[in-house]
């Protein structure tokens, strides 16, 4: 057996700034795929937001830098063989600046391919194919602690509508990325003589990226 990950010791850090977009050129299909962009001045073991169009796998995804070079890098981890072709995009570095600590229990949903109906008139069995996967949900009650500065940022980011990548480090070092709209109301919530909670839901833009250290 590999390694077991435990709801314990986690590490949760949330994007705090996002540097200006770097031009992609190109993306090739292999695995890992590899970008072509000039001047971007990223190193190895960043983490960038992708945005992209043709390559529609890899829109609003999370990837780390690898064998960087002045005028191109690796997508580590992202197998983009049987991808789209690419036509344009950018590459955003992402700052893991703000630290989560305030989470008790955290639920997941969504993330399944939702079918058109694709029965003819021949048919005796009612058949169905696959169209898009629904965004994946991760919902997590929080402590209730308005002086925390991880749920001052959730709440701002809730408030703007805006979008922000997210790393989840365990203890065994295995890593996962992603990029969401975070929704904090910050509304108490409990139990008499429980502790106050409140509930924060991360909708995600695009596909999760996990790495095993």
Known sequence: MGNINYWSGVAVA????LAVADTITAITKANPGVASSASHGMANGAYALLSVQGMHQLEGRVTRLANVNAG?????????????????????????????????????????????????????????????????????????????????????????????????????????????????????????QDVVKTSITITSTGDLTVYAS
């Open 72 to 192: 191109d890098f690796e997508l580590e981890g992202i197998d983009t063989t049987l991808f789209g072709t690419f036509s344009s995009g950018t590459a955003q570095e992402i700052t893991f600046g703000t630290t989560l600590a305030t989470m008790v229990d955290i639920s997941a949903q969504g993330g399944d391919p939702e079918f058109a109906d694709i029965t003819t008139i021949h048919d005796l069995v009612r058949r169905q194919a696959p169209v898009v996967t629904s965004p994946f949900v991760l919902s997590f009650e929080s402590i209730w602690d308005v002086a925390d500065a991880g749920l001052i940022a959730l709440k701002a980011a809730s408030d703007a509508i805006a979008q922000r990548a997210f790393q989840f480090t365990f203890t065994t070092g295995q890593i996962l990325v992603f990029n969401g709209y975070v929704s904090a109301a910050l509304i108490p919530t409990g139990s008499a």
């Open 14 to 17: 949330m994007q705090s700034a």
